[in-house]
C-alpha cells in the first residue's frame, strides 16, 4: 500500500499562485510516476502534470503550459506542482496520483488504477 498526501491547497485570486505537496510513504516501490489530476463539478478528471518518481521525464498539460511546473525536490518521494498565474479556470478538486508507468504522460485518470490522494481544493477567483 501507498500513502498520499497533498496539501498546499487554498484560495486565491486571479494571477496569484500556489504550490501543492505530493508526499508518498509505504510501498514506494510500487510505483513510477507522480502525477496531480483535477476534476471541477460536472466534468472529468484530467491529468495536469506528472513527473518520474526520480524526477526523470516529466509532463506538463498544454492548458496549463508555461503556468504550471512539476518538480521534485530533495525529500524522498516528495514531488511538488507549482502553479503560477492562476485563472478562474483552474479552479478544481486536484488529486495526488502515484501510478507505475512507463512514461509520465501515459498516466491515467482511473481511481482503481494506483494510488490516490484524498484531493486538496484549489479555488481562484476573479
Known amino acids: 500500500q501507498v500513502r498520499l498526501v497533498n496539501p498546499g491547497g487554498g484560495s486565491v485570486q486571479a494571477g496569484g499562485s500556489l504550490k501543492l505537496a505530493c508526499v508518498a510513504s509505504?510501498?514506494?516501490?510500487?510505483?513510477?510516476?507522480v502525477g496531480w489530476f483535477r476534476q471541477s463539478a460536472g466534468k472529468e478528471r484530467d491529468l495536469v502534470a506528472a513527473i518520474g518518481k526520480y524526477g526523470r521525464g516529466s509532463y506538463v498539460a498544454d492548458s496549463v503550459q508555461g503556468r504550471f511546473t512539476v518538480s521534485k525536490e530533495n525529500v524522498q518521494y516528495t514531488h511538488y506542482l507549482q502553479m503560477n498565474n492562476l485563472k478562474p479556470d483552474d479552479t478544481a478538486m486536484y488529486y495526488c496520483a502515484a501510478q507505475d508507468c512507463g512514461n509520465p504522460a501515459a498516466m491515467v485518470p482511473a481511481p482503481d488504477v494506483g494510488y490516490w490522494s484524498q484531493g486538496t481544493q484549489v479555488t481562484v477567483s476573479s
Open positions: 509505504g510501498d514506494t516501490y510500487s510505483f513510477s510516476c
